[in-house]
């Protein structure tokens, strides 16, 4: 291993420590209501270090690859969200507030590139896991997948479903204008409709980046089929990790804030993925039990 490697590594480490200690004392303040007129600034810096934490997982695992990947769903993100927050399309007519500084151009909040980042890389590692692919070699990656694009578009909307509620009505991070609906906190359906494109957008993005960096490991370790079968991704939980912890956060702080319905949509999908996680394991259990008693 590289000591370019084993820094970026490090980094990585760092970095969840210091979200490890920040994560339980937001949830807290926020759910309780108790954050402090100074500490507004927090929620962004959350973001914001999330982010960056999931761009320098993609730089560990996918080199200059997992690089360019991370700006390009930066850069894209960015300029749908600038595009919205200006002309009202595709999401529908809202504005960013004051609370998420700084702001570029002032329009849209340095966090919310990152946020994407975030959304984007975490939701494809839950859709992996449901697909079974979440441990598999580099090597593996060579083409893009369109079921993976799709699951990671379908987790991403899913954690929007809980997102947009926390971030309008309890942390007020940006607002919806003109007469929209009722239906869901006063959130028109435009929004989830352009939450699910754009993040088939940025998935498509980051796997055409991964399958470029496993064709190019396959063609490195060509003569070594022992390290290129070894070359697994560095903490293949962490995209997992964070989009619980969030999903946590998020399922919590409505519950205590009053919107149950969202708390509702988190929570079931926190039981969705502990019975896919939970059932083969029982299962497995079951027959080694039966092979036991039969023996």
Same mark, same amino acid.
């Given at each position: 291993?590289?000591?370019?490697?084993?820094?970026?590594?490090?980094?990585?480490?760092?970095?969840?420590? /210091?979200?490890?200690?920040?994560?339980?004392?937001?949830?807290?303040?926020?759910?309780?209501?108790?954050?402090?007129?100074?500490?507004?600034?927090?929620?962004?810096?959350?973001?914001?270090?999330? $982010?960056?934490?999931? $761009?320098?997982?993609?730089?560990?695992?996918? $080199?200059?690859?997992?690089?360019?990947?991370?700006?390009? @769903?930066?850069?894209?993100?960015?300029?749908?969200?600038? &595009?919205?927050?200006? &002309?009202?399309?595709?999401?529908?007519?809202?504005?960013?507030?004051?609370?998420?500084?700084?702001?570029?151009? $002032?329009?849209? =909040?340095?966090?919310?590139?990152?946020?994407?980042?975030?959304?984007?890389?975490?939701?494809?590692?839950?859709?992996?896991? @449901?697909?079974?692919?979440?441990?598999?070699?580099?090597?593996?990656?060579?083409?893009? /997948?369109?079921?993976?694009?799709?699951?990671?578009?379908?987790?991403? %909307?899913? %954690?929007?479903?809980?997102?947009? =509620?926390?971030?309008?009505?309890?942390? +007020?991070?940006?607002?919806?204008?003109?007469? =929209?609906?009722?239906? !869901?906190? +006063?959130? =028109?359906? /435009?929004?989830?409709?352009?939450?699910?494109?754009?993040?088939?957008?940025?998935?498509?993005?980051?796997?055409? !980046?991964?399958?470029?960096?496993?064709?190019?490991?396959?063609?490195? !370790?060509?003569?070594?089929?022992?390290?290129?079968?070894?070359?697994?991704?560095?903490?293949?939980?962490?995209?997992?990790?964070? !989009?619980?912890?969030?999903?946590?956060?998020?399922?919590?702080?409505?519950? /205590?804030?009053?919107?149950?319905?969202?708390?509702?949509?988190?929570?079931?999908?926190?039981?969705?993925?502990?019975?896919?996680?939970? %059932?083969?394991?029982?299962?497995?259990?079951?027959?080694? &039990?039966?092979?036991?008693?039969?023996?």
């Amino acid at each position: 291993m590289s000591h370019q490697t084993t820094r970026l590594r490090k980094g990585v480490a760092a970095l969840f420590a /210091s979200y490890l200690f920040i994560y339980p004392w937001s949830i807290a303040l926020i759910a309780l209501d108790r954050v402090p007129v100074w500490g507004t600034w927090m929620g962004g810096v959350l973001l914001l270090l999330q $982010g960056s934490l999931m $761009g320098l997982w993609l730089i560990v695992n996918f $080199g200059r690859w997992g690089a360019f990947a991370s700006l390009w @769903i930066l850069f894209l993100s960015w300029l749908v969200e600038h &595009t919205g927050a200006t &002309t009202g399309f595709p999401f529908g007519a809202f504005s960013y507030t004051e609370v998420l500084q700084p702001q570029i151009f $002032g329009v849209v =909040p340095l966090a919310i590139p990152f946020a994407w980042l975030l959304v984007v890389t975490t939701a494809m590692g839950v859709g992996e896991l @449901i697909l079974g692919r979440e441990n598999r070699p580099m090597a593996e990656d060579q083409q893009v /997948s369109s079921t993976k694009v799709l699951m990671a578009a379908v987790f991403a %909307l899913l %954690l929007d479903v809980t997102i947009e =509620p926390f971030a309008v009505h309890i942390n +007020g991070y940006w607002v919806w204008s003109g007469t =929209p609906d009722d239906i !869901y906190y +006063g959130i =028109p359906l /435009s929004n989830f409709v352009a939450w699910f494109v754009t993040s088939l957008l940025l998935s498509w993005v980051l796997l055409r !980046y991964r399958a470029k960096a496993a064709r190019r490991r396959e063609a490195a !370790y060509a003569l070594d089929d022992v390290q290129r079968d070894a070359a697994h991704f560095f903490w293949p939980w962490l995209p997992v990790t964070l !989009y619980l912890t969030n999903l946590t956060m998020f399922v919590l702080v409505n519950l /205590s804030r009053g919107q149950e319905f969202a708390a509702l949509v988190g929570g079931l999908i926190m039981l969705a993925l502990a019975f896919h996680w939970a %059932l083969p394991r029982l299962a497995r259990r079951m027959r080694e &039990t039966e092979q036991e008693s039969g023996a």
